[in-house]
Nanobody, 123 residues
Framework: QVQLVESGGGLVQAGGSLRLSCKAT????????MAWFRQVPGKEREVLAS?????RNSFTADYRYSISRDNAKNTVYLQIDNLRSEDTAVYSC???????????????????WGRGTQVTVSS
């Protein structure tokens, strides 16, 4: 079993940047695809970015996002630049169970989820 803990959220002014971290404990995520999501109350969860276990494949939903990983630290990062008020949400990460397939996955295929970190953007 893997536990995921997000950090790096907080209050930031519009136009600023944040780097969110997702630290995994319990086992290594070096063979796990990872992803970042966000959710606003009353709206569906939105996928922001995903990365395969080798980092050779990645996806971002917006040019302002950048996803990276450090398997030695068991951590995945999401950089968000030029923050806007509509980016206010709870940001969470997810991990796929480990496997040999070095690919990206759709949201329902992730097995472990963190509880999220709040990001609030003031205009």
């Amino acid at each position: 079993q893997v536990q995921l803990v997000e950090s790096g959220g907080g209050l930031v002014q519009a136009g600023g940047s944040l780097r969110l971290s997702c630290k995994a404990t319990g086992r290594t995520i070096s063979r796990s695809a990872m992803a970042w999501f966000r959710q606003v109350p009353g709206k569906e969860r939105e996928v922001l970015a995903s990365i395969s276990w080798s980092a050779r494949n990645s996806f971002t939903a917006d040019y302002r996002y950048s996803i990276s990983r450090d398997n030695a630290k068991n951590t995945v990062y999401l950089q968000i630049d030029n923050l806007r008020s509509e980016d206010t949400a709870v940001y969470s990460c997810a991990a796929r169970r480990p496997e040999d397939l070095d690919s990206l996955f759709s949201p329902p295929q992730y097995d472990y989820w963190g509880r999220g970190t709040q990001v609030t953007v003031s205009s």
